[in-house]
């Protein structure tokens, strides 16, 4: 096992724009203005009681904060005996983490008296949850999404435009998320004394790793509370799934500074990490540069980016969070692949045993947690960051399982699977 | 072949701005790439951009990443960037890479330092780079006498004009819009005003680059900059011929027209 012992002993209040040798800007001189107005506008708006009010109002009254913790005694049976607890972000509004920074960079937008937010989006739930506060607040929304992936979640796509949101199909590259975030760069680059970017991850240039974060910690700050208050203690192991790792690094912050409590990452295996076709960007990547930060990327030898693999869409994505990169290279924290298959097993076990329909995403946490349980064995504890839930994902799941036939399916399914097939 | 410093100032001396023209090394395909620069230079280009294809060129609008997607389709790789430096100094002007930064980290900034000084290439343009994050590229630069090209644009404040200029070496890349690269029917005013704010601040020449596209906008850049940029018009060229060899013609035939506006 890897030492998890801290390097710091405050590692909590760790605010880039660099994390050990990543993080940074890396990014268009023309961006550099509109960054430094976005950290001197966070700045102040953390520090400013009426913020702080408004957003807590909007937690309380609108996504449903606190989020509950729920105990998962059936699940865990499947743990070698270990308690699992479960971090409910799947019952906020919107279904997902998402809403706790989109709310907050919503409210920094109308500070900053810009009327128009844009948006990169996979899944399309950071995409739903910016059109879902972009609608709120009364701003106008564009969300940029690869043409494959609107195929992939037409669910999502009118979703979005239900909320009042423009949704922009980005032909360009590979068309999935990386090729979205450069086509809402450019849009951003071009109208940027209108428009904030409101990105949907820890990853991106100074100040959104450590911006980002500060909006999610909140799911950590509670949940070290309620474990407290239920069990008495700290947990042995804290899972959670990491894409771009907004909803990790969300949970993980509070137990920075607790040496004792092991931090774990499930990064998206896809076919394996062996087979080249997966999103472990930290476990399968290599130290570079990718939208405007120093990280962990998936590369070729001559640095052009690899397309990432997995059944999760919002996994799917060739890079990491810089501070990420960090806890992983420092060995605060432990970053894993989950397979595919692996996390579908999770996905379904949570499904028979606690009646809960987890998002595919989340499902690679629950399955680092099955692993964690059976190591640590009677008598340990483990906490689950359940991002999201699962409706978004039942087609997905539905043909995984084989429990309806291909003609039930929606068109856009059976498009993706005869387009992973044919790749 | 060393700095581009004395062919910018070769051109003040007779009293025009200097032309550079942008293309891509790999498109259409590697050896028309190539004999597409030697054209510009033939008709006037005074220095060439040697463009680095890249996975994601967010600072590029669609004609570039068009044709930067099919450079690496047709299996366009960094180092070939070299073999066109060598052909551009060969047929007499020195050459800067334009290169997105990750490539340049991957390749190892000291050793991309040498390789380009030894096949003549001048320099690097980094689009995604700022001074802040160059401290690699800056060392291996100075060690190497290669030119450093960073951008300024519209929104950049007094005091970052002046770090930015302060890091530049050959000239300083001025951006004319907020934007990305892409053919304008007009050239904003913003240029010129950020041409007069970043003078104030430094003795380098200025050149100005993004959505120049023809003889007219280019002696207009030229009233007021010491070097007019042009890219994307290069492209369509190649991009719009019926054939490579024409697409060479289309690209000289261009150039002249530039160069002589350059000269109006
Ligand atoms: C439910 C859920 N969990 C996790 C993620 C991955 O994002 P991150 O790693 O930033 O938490 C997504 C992204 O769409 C998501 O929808």
Not at chain 1, 94 to 108: R, Y
Not at chain 1, 175 to 186: C, G, H, S, V, Y
Not at chain 1, 311 to 326: C, K, M, N, R
Not at chain 2, 71 to 80: I, Y
Request: glycine share 10%; hydrophobic share 45%.
């Amino acid at each position: 096992m890897t030492d998890t012992s801290p390097t710091s002993a405050r590692l909590r209040e760790a605010v880039g724009p660099y994390f050990g040798r990543f993080g940074g800007r890396f990014v268009p001189e023309a961006l550099v203005a509109a960054l430094d107005e976005l950290d001197a506008a966070f700045a102040a708006a953390q520090v400013d009681p009426a913020f702080i009010a408004e957003l807590d109002e909007l937690h309380r009254t609108y996504s449903g904060r606190p989020s509950i913790l729920t105990e998962a005694p059936r699940f865990a049976e499947h743990a070698g005996g270990a308690r699992i607890l479960l971090k409910r972000e799947d019952l906020n509004h919107t279904g997902s983490h998402k809403i706790n920074n989109v709310l907050g960079q919503a409210l920094l937008t109308k500070r900053m008296g810009k009327p128009r937010v844009i948006a990169e989006t996979g899944a399309g739930q950071h995409g739903v949850a910016t059109a879902t506060a972009a609608a709120l607040l009364g701003l106008e929304c564009v969300v940029y999404m690869g043409e494959e992936d609107t195929r992939r979640q037409a669910l999502n796509v009118a979703r979005m435009r239900l909320l009042g949101a423009e949704v922009v199909p980005v032909t360009a590259g590979s068309r999935t998320l990386k090729d979205a975030i450069n086509e809402a760069m450019r849009d951003w680059v071009t109208n940027v004394d209108t428009t904030h970017y409101l990105l949907g991850t820890v990853a991106g240039p100074h100040p959104f790793p450590t911006m980002v974060r500060e909006f999610h910690k909140i799911i950590g700050e509670e949940a070290r509370e309620q474990v407290l208050a239920l069990t008495g203690r700290l947990p042995d192991v804290v899972t959670a799934c990491v894409g771009g790792g907004s909803n990790a690094i969300g949970i993980f912050h509070a137990f920075l500074d607790d040496p004792d409590v092991q931090l774990l990452g499930l990064e998206a295996g896809g076919d394996g990490v062996e087979t080249g076709r997966h999103a472990s960007s930290i476990t399968g990547g290599a130290a570079g540069v990718l939208h405007g930060n120093r990280t962990f990327i998936l590369q070729d030898e001559d640095g052009q980016t690899i397309e990432s693999h997995s059944i999760s869409a919002g996994l799917d994505y060739p890079g990491v969070g810089p501070e990420h990169a960090w806890l992983a290279e420092s060995g605060r924290a432990r970053y894993e692949p989950v397979t595919d298959a692996d996390a579908m097993e999770a996905f379904r076990l949570l499904c028979r045993t606690e009646g809960i329909i987890p998002a595919i995403e989340s499902s690679h946490a629950l399955a680092g947690a099955l692993r964690e349980g059976r190591r640590l064995g009677e008598g340990g504890i483990v906490l689950v960051n359940l991002s999201g839930r699962g409706d978004k994902d039942v087609d997905t799941a539905a043909r995984w399982f084989g429990l309806v036939s291909a003609p039930d399916l929606v068109n856009s399914e059976a498009e993706r699977v005869d387009l992973k097939e044919a790749q | 072949m060393s700095s581009v410093a004395p062919v910018l100032a070769q051109a003040k001396a007779e009293g025009r701005a200097a032309l550079i023209g942008y293309l891509p090394v790999g498109f259409p395909d590697h050896d028309t790439s190539i004999a597409a620069m030697v054209a510009m230079v033939e008709n006037g280009v005074d220095i060439v951009e040697i463009g680095v294809p890249y996975s994601d060129p967010l600072m590029d609008g669609p004609v570039i990443q068009h044709a930067v997607e099919a450079a690496l389709v047709a299996g366009a790789r960094p180092r070939d960037t070299l073999v066109a430096a060598e052909a551009v100094a060969k047929a007499g002007a020195p050459s800067l890479l334009m290169s997105y930064w990750n490539l340049v980290d991957r390749y190892g900034v000291p050793k991309l330092a040498a390789d380009l000084a030894a096949a003549g290439g001048s320099g690097l343009i980094t689009p995604d780079l700022i001074p802040e994050e160059a401290g690699e590229w800056i060392e291996a630069s100075d060690e190497h006498g290669l030119d450093r090209v960073f951008l300024v644009a519209p929104s950049s404040t007094d005091g970052r004009l002046a770090m930015t200029a302060a890091a530049c070496r050959g000239f300083v890349y001025v951006a004319s819009t907020m934007g990305v690269t892409g053919v304008r029917s007009q050239v904003n005013d913003a240029a010129e005003v950020l041409v007069r704010r970043t003078r104030a601040v430094t003795d380098l020449p200025l050149c100005v680059g993004l959505g120049v596209s023809n003889a007219e906008q280019a002696a207009q850049v030229a009233g007021f900059a010491d070097g007019v940029i042009v890219g994307s018009a290069f492209v369509r060229a190649l991009n719009e011929a019926s054939s490579p060899a024409a697409g060479v013609r289309a690209v000289g035939e261009l150039a002249a027209s530039l160069a002589a506006g350059v000269r109006a």
